[in-house]
């Protein structure tokens, strides 16, 4: 990401970078992920709330009630050999052939397919040309802000879903990614 922004003549705009794995990168000074970085900034944080008599949990719940909860769950679903290469295959192309209309109970409004370079909106069909890297990746935005993510694992043989569901809090949060998991095993035939 750094070397594109670098390419780009973009260095300065780059603020923070996380992963699903808890790396942390701050600023364009480091290369790598670095937990010192990430501990720096917290305690900075801490001390700038307690000033204002808050504490990061405090902001956390004030961020959570103007904002939503937004619960992000992986799940992952190995698949073995060739055949099971051939089954992953089989599920993106059948999500490419036929796009889900609703997942849960909230409607597909644009899929992101990174293999094609497009986005859709799926209620009007206008097409935007995607201009990030190729990959085998459907992304799906429903509406009241939740998505789903499929793709298979570069490095396993595996199919990794990503859910992002939005609540008014964390309970009905994972009440909502439970829904969302199911209808995605369900739409997908694993689970």
């Known amino acids: 990401m750094i070397t594109n922004l670098e390419q780009t003549g973009e260095e300065k705009r780059y603020v923070l970078g996380m992963e699903e794995s808890y790396g942390y990168l701050s600023g364009t000074h ?90 859709t909106e799926v209620e009007t069909g206008i097409m935007k040309q995607i201009s990030l890297p190729k990959s085998n990746v459907l992304e799906y935005h429903l509406s009241s802000d939740n998505s789903v993510i499929v793709r298979p694992s570069g490095t396993e043989p595996k199919i990794k879903i990503y859910i992002t569901a939005r609540a008014d809090n964390r309970k009905n949060a994972e009440k909502l990614t439970k829904k969302l998991t199911t209808d995605i095993e369900k739409i997908l035939e694993i689970g």
Do not use: W
């Open 30 to 119: 480091a290369r790598d992920k670095d937990a010192v970085v990430a501990s720096a900034l917290i305690c900075e944080m801490a001390a700038f709330y307690k000033k204002q008599g808050k504490t990061l949990v405090d902001v956390m719940n004030d961020l959570y009630k103007e904002h939503g909860m937004y619960l992000n769950t992986l799940l992952n679903f190995g698949f073995e050999g060739a055949e099971g290469m051939e089954k992953m295959n089989g599920m993106m192309m059948s999500l490419r052939e036929n796009t889900p209309k609703t997942i849960g109970e909230f409607n597909v409004v644009r899929v992101l397919d990174y293999k094609t370079s497009r986005s």
